[in-house]
């Protein structure tokens, strides 16, 4: 099946600086969706890509799907305490269901 | 619509004992999940509904397990008998259409002692 890689698995950054986290795939992804769970919380949408080398932005997120649409990235500009918590990508494996990624678990420090 | 509704919140019980998990997807949705959330092993899906119908059930554990749907306004997780490795969050979630947006409820935190 599908083998997805999320990377990092953590990163702390000071408040104000970039933060990026990728999921690279061995096959090509049908779409992909991203999430955000904040601290004891709950998965969250945040976005849905389907198409080879799309770009969406959402105020200071920057969602990107691959041409060859094996990979995909989240990128924060100028991170705030607010954004602290777990990303994760979620692809759909074999046609059938959603399987998520493992996440990147954010920190910032003000 | 108040969203995905799971109960209990919390659930501690004793190894061996009968869990019952339970999920009231949002109105009009035909696709629901039940997820399980640990430290080791991240979010991990057990079983996929569509339109009431389990249509992927590889992710569950073993036959301790059994996630029933009734119709579409509830679902249920079964654990019997309970195990101290079964302790985790379970979230259930709900979408439009099986590969659209998730909705997920604000999840079931079970400890089994």
């Known amino acids: 099946g599908q083998q997805v890689m999320q990377i990092p698995q953590y990163q702390h950054v000071q408040e104000g600086e970039d933060f990026t986290t990728y999921c690279n795939s061995s096959t090509t992804l049908s779409n992909i969706q991203w999430y955000k769970q904040r601290p004891g919380g709950h998965p969250v949408f945040l976005i849905q890509?389907?198409?080879?080398?799309e770009v969406k932005k959402q105020k200071r997120l920057t969602f990107q799907f691959g041409e060859a649409k094996k990979n995909s990235s989240l990128h924060i500009t100028a991170t705030q305490t607010t954004d602290v918590g777990t990303y994760f990508c979620?692809?759909?494996?074999?046609?059938?269901?959603?399987?998520f990624g493992k996440g990147t678990t954010l920190s910032v420090s003000s | 619509d108040a969203g995905v509704i799971q109960s209990p919140r919390h659930e501690v019980t004793e190894m061996g004992q009968e869990v019952t998990l339970r999920c009231k997807p949002i109105s009009g949705h035909n696709s629901l999940f039940w997820y399980r959330q640990t430290m080791m092993r991240g979010l991990e899906l057990l079983i996929y509904?569509?339109?009431?119908?389990?249509?992927?059930d590889s992710g569950m554990p073993e036959d301790r397990f059994s996630a029933k749907m009734p119709n579409a306004s509830f679902s249920t997780l079964k654990i019997q008998p309970s195990e101290p490795r079964d302790s985790a969050v379970y979230f259930c979630?709900?979408?439009?259409?099986?590969?659209?947006?998730?909705?997920f409820g604000q999840g079931t935190r079970l400890t089994v002692v």
């Open positions: 979620l692809y759909n494996q074999a046609g059938t269901a959603l399987i």
């Open positions: 979630a709900s979408s439009p259409q099986g590969y659209t947006e998730a909705f």
């Open positions: 890509l389907v198409k080879s080398g």
């Open positions: 509904f569509n339109n009431n119908v389990p249509i992927d």
